[in-house]
């Protein structure tokens, strides 16, 4: 009997494992793991992303970089996602661990280290990127809070940091839990965000801002980016209007107008689906998609015009970490409208040129 059970589970194993782009990590959450050495040695954690980056392509599938994900490192089971990843196609995911209110409270932390645990655990599928810029860390101490992740990314080799919530909305969940905390504005061209723009400019190293779009915060947006040009700014969510009565200039023009503009600009493709309806204002808050449910073609010719502007995105976060297939499957639908080429780009190239200042080779 024993041997059959176990003959029967080394069977499951070789099944689940044949599936795999790369190893699978052992089965813990990633607030277990041991730390992985710093400064990360990208070099080789570059060679591995490339090996997996093939390997999915090879599989005849398109590989996808989110270069914008967050996660409850007590929560996220490294073989759990890294299996849920591999059944998409997400060749990495770009990991920014998230501070909860708890940890804040009790220590005051302005910094999780996390990112070194999930590389630990599992190098082939995680780019490390700094903690998540959001409540309460970011929120109630943002002046420091950049202060501290610069810090880190000199001392621990980060290519990349992590979304700064600058203005943004309760999401549709936190405003169905009355989470109005979630409500935060500070301002793009405050002491904080000086800070990451002129590090920026002068690194080349990127950052993602979470900015909603509104008539009056164009303007301040518009001065930094004219002020620190080669700064490497994510806009995160293309499109993302949840009030239209607040927005009546940005349209696809409006974002061409940007690239052609501003070099350092960037955005990233982190947005609902077309039914996706934002409950503050009962509107459709994606508006890269036409009430059909296809592409806007105006949408569809900016990016196939300027795909290296463009970066795919899954927005996972902590309280939506079981959400990875479905989102893959709403950007998956949403690359098949741009051209062969352009979807490529979108779909991994450009997050390595932005991340590597090189062209992926393969
Ligand atoms: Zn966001």
Known sequence: MRSSAALLLSLIVSVTASK????LPAGIVIAESPKADIPFDLQQLKQRWIERIVAIKQAGVLPIIDIESSFNPGRLNARTYAQAMDDNGIALTAFSPQIGEKKYNKKGSLWHEASRRAIQVDPSRYIPATTAGIYPA??????????MSLRKVKQQGYPMLGEFE??????PRQFKRGQTYRDVAIDIDSPAAEKLFEFSQRTGISFQIHYEIEDQLLPPLEKMLARYPNARVIWCHLGQVRYSNRSTRYQADYVRYLIDHYPGIHFDLAFGNAESIYPGSGERQSRVWRPDGSADPAWISLINDHPYRFLAALDIGGDRQDKLHQKAN??????????????????????????????IDI
């Open 138 to 147: 970011f929120t109630k101490q943002p002046e420091a809070f950049v202060e």
């Open 20 to 23: 795999a782009y790369s190893p």
């Open 330 to 359: 709403s950007l998956r639908r949403f690359l098949q409208y741009l051209s062969p080429q352009a979807r490529e780009i979108v779909a991994y190239r450009a997050a390595w040129r932005l991340l590597f200042n090189e062209e």
């Open 166 to 171: 600058f203005r943004h909305y309760m999401s």
